[in-house]
């Protein structure tokens, strides 16, 4: 382990719910949902307002709507969501060239290999640089662990959270973890930290205190030397700039179970084209392909086939994923189908199978796949959906917030308006139209960054270095003076009904603080 904090770890918060705030000024502290709308959908992101209520990550949907009726359930727009981490990404790499990301939202860093810090002053000034580029190029808030390792810093930012930093000085590490509980160390999940609460351990102390012979006989070799020395506060893991992909693949999850054959074939197919789609923008191909099924009952089945050589071919993975299909039972339905490709390289074989066919390589994008016959909807009520951006030609930008019974309800507003008005329309008017959702700040005047979002000229360390004053972050945008109404359009409960009963659940103000040396700030 590092003899100063300089691994930082940022995670963003409630990302997802924070960018649909931001973007919909109606919504400001108001209790957000983003996930799956369906009867099978599970929550993505809650925003702070909507976890008062027990709202979390992976609950089913129908669960979250019960715990908070009042609630704005919109759909993801990952498009803006991807723009936005690549923004925060872009900050991260002026910080330094080893960055480890761990989704769109959470990222490890070495500010140490950047000379951005090389002592706990300067790696807290890097800290609050950070935060404050981050708001100021964003309009988001993002909490940040300072450790000496990747876990310790995990471990801070999650203390930090919301909208905080928090660093854990070298040599305090024990007395830090110690009473925490074991669910605290990555790797412990349900189904071990229940293990070891029945062998009458709780905490991380307890955990030390068990020693690694009887870890081991507990949880196995691998699993039990390596959460020793987790409690131990032993973590010498790098931070790695470049994480192998080992596989791509997509998968659906369907409201209603799939019985028809037919209807599961085809859903196989454009799962596969799918999959294509995303192993070319990767500029990938595979050997190895893979089919999930989640059957009636809750059974999961996975079927895969080898190749001869790495294609990218979209008729032979179509062809390798039907076989596999052949060979699962789905008479009693289908609620989940995925399609995967692994054994991953950066070049393509001709496959012999779709030579010896004399068949054509098309691009996806010239390819008509046959639809299968499902359940017949409405195509213009299904294109809107909650969360969705639009624009009417007298209106201008707005969002859904509902739609049924051939009505679509919007409210009108932009990232940087007041709260706006709600409107109805029929769902085929001609002046409604989908849009590109609006940036969260507007583009400088000038392609210059914010004074605070400017890195020395120097990266070597000063001969003195003094800690700047901290100054004051932006409060968030006043909420939405008339509430939000959560009105639908024709019957169909929208993202909401009625105000938020959360009383205007506050989010804790922005605040500093250091673990294991007793100080904490709060401005």
């Known amino acids: 382990m590092r003899n100063a904090p300089t691994v930082l770890h940022l995670d963003m918060d409630a990302f ?30 809650a925003s702070y307002e909507a976890r008062v209520f027990g709202v979390h990550s992976a ?20 498009t803006l969501y991807r723009t936005i981490s690549d923004q925060v990404m872009a900050l991260l790499r ?22 951005a810090a090389w002592d706990e002053e300067s790696a807290r000034r890097a800290g609050e640089r950070l935060r404050a580029d981050i708001r100021a190029v964003t309009g988001l808030t993002g909490s940040v662990g300072l450790a000496a390792s990747k876990m310790l810093a995990k471990i801070a930012s999650e203390q930090a959270k ?22 605290t160390l990555p790797g412990v999940g349900p189904a071990t930290g229940d293990h070891l609460r029945r062998a009458g351990i709780t905490t991380v102390e307890e955990l030390a205190e068990a020693g690694e012979d009887e870890l081991v006989r507990m949880l196995g070799k691998a699993h039990g030397h390596a959460l020793y020395a987790m409690a131990l506060a032993r973590d010498q893991r790098p931070v790695v700039a470049e994480r192998e992909t080992k596989s791509v693949s997509v998968e659906d999850t369907y409201d209603v179970d799939i019985h028809d054959r037919l209807r599961v074939g085809m859903e196989v197919q454009r799962l596969a084209d799918r999959c294509v789609r995303r192993l070319r923008e990767a500029g990938l191909s595979g050997r190895t392909i893979v089919l999930k ?35 699962v039972d789905t008479t009693g339905g289908v609620r989940l189908l995925g399609v995967g490709v692994s054994g991953l390289a950066d070049y393509t074989q001709e496959d012999l199978f779709a030579q010896a066919a004399g068949e054509r390589a098309v691009d996806l ?38 739609s049924g019974l051939g009505r679509v309800t919007v409210r009108f507003e932009t990232p940087q308006s007041e709260p706006g008005r709600v409107r109805t329309f029929r769902v085929d008017d ?6 590109e959702p609006l940036p969260l700040v507007p583009e400088p005047a000038s392609p210059t960054r914010p004074a605070s979002a400017t890195r020395p000229a120097s990266a070597t360390r000063p001969a003195s270095a003094t800690r700047p004053a901290s100054g004051e972050h932006p409060g968030r945008p006043a909420s939405d003076p008339d509430g939000y109404d959560g009105r639908s359009g024709g019957g169909v409960q929208g993202p909401g009904a009625g105000r938020d009963s959360s009383g205007g659940a506050r989010v804790p103000k922005s605040w500093s603080g250091t673990l294991g040396g ?5 401005p």
Do not use: C
């Open 59 to 78: 609950m089913p949907m129908g669960q979250a709507r019960r715990l908070a009726p009042n609630a704005a359930y919109l759909v993801p727009r990952f």
């Open 162 to 183: 919301p909208d905080g930093l928090v660093l854990i000085e070298p040599g305090t590490e024990r007395a830090l973890l110690g009473p925490m509980p074991v669910r």
């Open 430 to 435: 001609p002046a409604l139209a989908p849009a």
């Open 16 to 45: 997802f719910a924070s960018v649909e705030q931001a973007s919909k000024p109606s919504l400001r502290g108001k209790a957000v949902v983003v996930g799956g709308l369906g009867p099978r959908g599970v929550v993505a992101t």
């Open 365 to 402: 994008a010239e390819e008509a796949v046959p639809q299968a016959p499902a359940e017949q909807v409405d195509p213009a009520e299904r294109q809107w959906r909650a969360g969705q951006d639009v624009r009417h030609d007298d209106w201008g930008h707005g969002w859904v917030q509902g």
């Open 293 to 327: 099924v989640r059957r009636y009952d809750f059974s999961t089945l996975t079927r895969s086939e080898t190749l001869r050589g790495p294609t990218d071919d979209p008729s032979v993975i179509r062809e390798a994923a039907a076989r596999l299909l052949d060979s």
């Open 94 to 115: 002026e910080l330094s060239p080893l960055i480890e990301p761990l989704s769109l939202d959470e990222a490890f860093v070495d500010l140490e290999a950047g000379g």
């Open 518 to 522: 007793g100080a904490v700030s709060r």
